[in-house]
Nanobody
Framework: QVQLVESGGGLVQAGASLRLSCEAS????????LGWFRQAQGKEREFVAFITETGSSTFYTDSVKGRFTIFRDNAKNTMYLQMNSLKPEDSAVYYC???????????????WGQGIQVTVSS
């Protein structure tokens, strides 16, 4: 069982950048598809991005394309989400997840972090 812990969230102004990290313990992230999801207050959890097992492919939701970058370091057992040009509508609790299917659907992921708050002020 993979345990995932997010870090790097916080409160920033619009236009700023943040880098989220997702560190795994208990098992290796090798062989897992990794994803980022977010949930704004009062809304359903939504897909942000995923990266395949070797990092050779990535996929983003339209609203973050060109601003967010997902990448991984399997040697460090860690995944990242670089978020640039942040907007107030990016404010949410961000979750990292690990699974075995390259999918934007939450049900494809078996292991989840506890989430971390990102707040972007206007």
């Amino acid at each position: 069982q993979v345990q995932l812990v997010e870090s790097g969230g916080g409160l920033v102004q619009a236009g700023a950048s943040l880098r989220l990290s997702c560190e795994a313990s208990g098992s290796t992230l090798r062989g897992h598809v990794l994803g980022w999801f977010r949930q704004a207050q009062g809304k359903e959890r939504e897909f942000v991005a995923f990266i395949t097992e070797t990092g050779s492919s990535t996929f983003y939701t339209d609203s973050v394309k060109g601003r967010f970058t997902i990448f991984r370091d399997n040697a460090k057992n860690t995944m990242y989400l670089q978020m640039n040009s942040l907007k107030p509508e990016d404010s949410a609790v961000y979750y990292c997840a690990a699974g075995f299917s390259a999918s934007p659907r939450p049900r494809a992921y078996d292991n989840w972090g506890q989430g971390i708050q990102v707040t972007v002020s206007s």
